[in-house]
């Protein structure tokens, strides 16, 4: 079957670097994705999102990147603080699929070292 | 303002008993979800209602079964828990958004309910 994003794995980056969260997703037919950020003891936060028809989408301190080309998203996170330390799901709205299922990817576990 | 919530928080029970979790959301959306995130984080969507009418039911067993009185509401009833439902279960609200004919949402979660079963 096809399937969305790795395997949980972590990110460790210095508070004010910036982040890069990579997911790959297998399905051609979807035409829309999310990113959502859900910290711990919580429900998943929606950051951004984007259609199918943009490669790139800029948001207050993210960045979502699309490559249809080899069905990658990314998720930039400019200046990377403490807060954002947390796992980052990607997920997928299958076009053909009309009534806004989203599957989602494993998630990246993002710990901010001081 | 609270605006996905669900009851209870967390909820500890037996093998073999019956409990529900409740889902209520206040912004208007017509349509609600349940997923449940097991202990890897994966998060898998189980049901969905839209408008009150069940629309997406993966394959769940049957002793999980939907119950949607309004659109602002969506519950969760669980018969004969056993172990391998241990799990953070999450609700979430969207309003299908067409664009074309197709749909692609925003969904808002709740803050989950973990049901251990021992």
């Known amino acids: 079957g096809e399937s969305v994003g790795l395997h949980l794995p972590t990110l460790s980056v210095q508070e004010g670097d910036n982040s890069i969260i990579n997911c790959a997703y297998s399905?051609?037919?979807?035409?829309?994705f999310i990113w959502y950020k859900q910290e711990s003891g919580k429900g998943p936060q929606f950051i951004i999102d984007?259609?199918?028809?943009?490669d790139k989408r800029q948001g207050q301190r993210v960045t979502v990147l699309l490559n249809k080309t080899v069905k990658h998203l990314s998720l930039q996170i400019a200046a990377t603080q403490p807060g954002d330390s947390a796992v980052y799901f990607c997920?997928?709205?299958?076009?053909?699929?009309?009534?806004?299922?989203?599957?989602f990817g494993a998630g990246t576990q993002v710990v901010v070292t001081p | 303002d609270t605006a996905v919530s669900q009851t209870p928080k967390y909820l500890v029970t037996q093998m073999g008993n019956d409990k529900s979790i409740k889902c209520e959301q206040n912004?208007?959306?017509?349509?609600m979800y349940w997923y449940k995130q097991d202990s890897k984080k994966f998060l898998k969507i189980m049901f969905s209602?839209?408008?009150?009418?069940?629309?997406i039911n993966e394959t769940v067993p049957n002793r999980f079964s939907p119950k949607s009185p309004d659109k602002a509401h969506l519950n969760l009833h669980i018969n004969s828990l056993e172990l391998g439902d241990s799990a953070v279960y999450f609700c979430?609200?969207?309003?299908?958004?067409?664009?074309?004919?197709?749909?692609?949402?925003?969904?808002?979660f709740g803050p989950g309910t973990r049901l251990t079963v021992l």
């Open positions: 984007i259609r199918s028809n943009m």
């Open positions: 979430a609200s969207s309003h299908l958004n067409w664009d074309g004919g197709r749909a692609g949402n925003e969904q808002f």
């Open positions: 997920a997928e709205n299958i076009a053909t699929d009309s009534w806004g299922k989203l599957q």
């Open positions: 209602y839209n408008n009150k009418e069940l629309i």
């Open positions: 399905n051609s037919a979807s035409d829309y």
């Open positions: 912004l208007g959306h017509d349509t």
